[in-house]
């Protein structure tokens, strides 16, 4: 299986960007579906998770209340809407199976670089 993030880029501070993610075999059907990121020099931490059969989501407090997961389960995809963005938001955003907040995998794919600026 493989995961194709998107739709990072750069904004200002207070900005919005739309992060998808495309799932590459049709018949994957996971138990949850997360976003991960990862700045510099920093580990890769978990941000927001949504559980794939009723859509149940969970975020980490750093971006409750800013970001928004969802899925469309027809079209395989992940969303992460992320909003009032703050440079410390700046990092590769990756998306990746998850069993609660902790990857189930070991193989990344490419993630999405997000650059916020003051």
């Known amino acids: 299986v493989q995961l194709q993030a998107s739709g990072g880029g750069s904004v200002q501070a207070g900005g919005s960007l739309r992060l998808s993610c495309t799932i590459s075999?049709?018949?994957?059907?996971?138990?949850?579906m997360g976003w991960f990121r990862q700045a510099p020099g920093k580990a890769r931490e978990f941000l927001a998770g949504?559980?794939?059969?009723?859509?149940?989501?969970y975020y980490t407090n750093s971006v409750r209340g800013r970001f928004i997961i969802s899925r469309e389960v027809a079209k395989n995809a992940l969303y992460l809407q992320m909003n009032s963005l703050q440079p410390e938001d700046t990092a590769i955003y990756y998306c990746?199976?998850?069993?609660?907040?902790?990857?189930?995998?070991?193989?990344w794919g490419q993630g999405t670089q997000v650059t916020v600026s003051s």
């Open positions: 990746a199976p998850t069993i609660g907040s902790t990857a189930a995998t070991s193989s």
């Open positions: 949504i559980r794939w059969s009723d859509g149940f989501t």
């Open positions: 075999e049709r018949a994957f059907s996971p138990r949850s």
